[in-house]
T-cell receptor, first 115, second 115 residues
Framework: DAGVIQSPRHEVTEMGQEVTLRCKPI?????LFWYRQTMMRGLELLIY????????DSGMPEDRFSAKMPNASFSTLKIQPSEPRDSAVYFC?????????????FGEGSWLTVV | AQSVAQPEDQVNVAEGNPLTVKCTYS??????LFWYVQYPNRGLQFLLK??????LVKGSYGFEAEFNKSQTSFHLKKPSALVSDSALYFC?????????????FGTGTRLLVSP
């Protein structure tokens, strides 16, 4: 199994530009999560999907952030326009049905720097 | 709301000595508890989890953790530390209040094993 695949691994962009982060979850997993990691705030859950439907987006910082999951094998997290404070590591993760205590598996992360 | 506390920012231990990384949790109902490890510039890797059953859980790389309901703790342990264990360790919890869907992380503990 290839695991959760994220792209790009590293991105440096200028303030005001649009950023799109991509994720391919593990095949067969029903849940997909987007997390953000910063020194100041640690690991924050931004949004998660169940069967491609967004369930809870209360962690999305503001309207500049949006996430989609058009099918079971692909999700995007978009920031438009980007700001320097968005610089962080963004992790995508996936899991089988969660009520059985299944593990959530993480990708290697997308390291975003906004200058 | 569910929460996790990792009281130590850093734990220092000499190679060959036992190590403990502390974690306490606060949930409503029974928790699912997890430990993850993060190596530099990498994603989070699953180490072990407690769902139900035996309070002592064994995981990857010789790590184990003990679930203590009365003390609401889930400390990570290893009998003999290796230099290669040096990394950032996260405790996480899911509980029934969110249908076990949300995984909430502690702030992380940096483990430094000296030769």
């Amino acid at each position: 199994d290839a695991g959760v695949i994220q792209s790009p691994r590293h991105e440096v962009t200028e303030m005001g530009q649009e950023v799109t982060l991509r994720c391919k979850p593990i095949s067969g997993h029903d849940y997909l999560f987007w997390y953000r990691q910063t020194m100041m705030r640690g690991l924050e859950l931004l949004i998660y999907f169940n069967n491609n439907v967004p369930i809870d987006d209360s962690g999305m910082p503001e309207d500049r952030f949006s996430a989609k999951m058009p099918n079971a094998s692909f999700s995007t997290l978009k920031i438009q326009p980007s700001e320097p404070r968005d610089s962080a590591v963004y992790f995508c993760a996936s899991s089988p049905r969660v009520k059985d205590g299944n593990t959530i598996y993480f990708g290697e992360g997308s390291w975003l720097t906004v200058v | 709301a569910q929460s996790v506390a990792q009281p130590e920012d850093q734990v220092n231990v000499a190679e060959g000595n036992p190590l403990t990384v502390k974690c306490t949790y606060s949930v409503s109902g029974n928790p699912y508890l997890f430990w993850y490890v993060q190596y530099p510039n990498r994603g989070l890797q699953f180490l072990l989890k407690y769902i139900t059953g035996d309070n002592l859980v064994k995981g990857s790389y010789g790590f184990e953790a003990e679930f203590n309901k009365s003390q609401t703790s889930f400390h990570l342990k290893k009998p003999s530390a290796l230099v290669s264990d040096s990394a950032l360790y996260f405790c996480a919890v899911r509980d029934a209040s969110t249908g076990f869907q949300k995984l909430v992380f502690g702030t992380g503990t940096r483990l430094l094993v000296s030769p």
